[in-house]
């Protein structure tokens, strides 16, 4: 990729659906028991990921963080590379809804914006 001139990046969600579950808590990405940016266990599986994605394989140029949990995963990030590019969801995208149907969880039901 990068000798074609395409930078690398990587998707991370911070949320991390098999700590969920190993550490007996179900397995959802709202309403969450827990605040990922903060419970410790959770908090240092996530820096370690992200310490071995940023040590291991170059330059990182743009990071995602989908979900909650991102500011110890960004503050990881940019210590190890402060010029990555880090964004982050929620983000609606037109999958999540079928054309001129109101979503029915979505936030004060709206319909999608593409219908």
Known sequence: MRRQGLGVGFYVSPEDFHWMH?????????????DPNTQ??????????????????????????????????KQMAW?????????RGPIETPEQGIPGKLLPK??????PRWS
Request: glycine residues 8%.
């Open 40 to 73: 410790e266990s959770l908090v240092k599986l996530n820096q370690a990921q992200i310490k071995e994605l940023f040590t291991s394989y170059g330059q990182i140029d743009v990071l995602f963080i989908d979900g909650k949990g991102e500011e110890p995963v």
């Open 79 to 87: 210590s190890l590379q402060p010029d990555c590019l880090i964004t």
């Open 106 to 111: 979505a936030s004060g039901n709206r319909a």
């Open 22 to 34: 190993q550490n007996g808590y179900e397995v959802r990405r709202r309403e969450l028991p827990i």
